[in-house]
């Protein structure tokens, strides 16, 4: 599957596979043997630009079966032209697929951009944990209904 890219290049959005570990590493912060099981479970969704992964979607599950992402990055060159977006309709539709009809995501509650990306695309406030990350900063959690 792949998403138009907003440059009129084509982004091409999928699975990562275990050759990617490297780019994967670096951008998610996870150890080698966690980031392997959740590549081979289908848990990771990369997008690549001209043969270059440029950022990476994960989802994991809430109590082992509500969606959840995890993490979704893009390089910074790339950011604000549609790549997030690209990733996240593909999650969506893979999750439609296997039968969820619902998707949380947080972010920072001292973050107001990637607050702001989620609700452009989507997402509705739905709580929050005070005090949960470093120096006590709250996570704002959001739900979008697939």
Not at 1 to 13: G, H, N, P, Y
Not at 74 to 79: A, F, G, T
Not at 116 to 122: D, K, L, P, S
């Amino acid at each position: 599957m792949s998403a138009a890219f907003s440059l009129d290049e084509e982004v091409l959005i999928r699975f990562a596979t275990p050759a990617e570990m490297d780019f994967l590493q670096q951008d998610l912060h996870v150890p080698a043997q966690i980031l392997e099981r959740k590549v081979v479970s289908e848990r990771i969704v990369v997008a690549e630009w001209n043969g270059s992964l440029i950022g990476s979607l994960e989802i994991d599950y809430l109590w082992s079966s509500i969606p959840y992402i995890a993490l979704i990055y893009v390089l910074p060159s790339y950011r604000l032209q549609g790549v997030g977006k690209a990733m996240l309709d593909f999650i969506e539709l893979f999750l439609r697929n296997k039968g969820h009809d619902v998707l949380y995501s947080s972010a920072q509650a001292n973050e107001p951009e990637p607050q702001a990306w989620h609700r452009q695309v989507g997402f509705e406030e739905c709580g929050m944990i005070a005090g949960i990350n470093r120096g006590g900063v709250g996570e704002i959690f959001f739900r979008k209904w697939l």
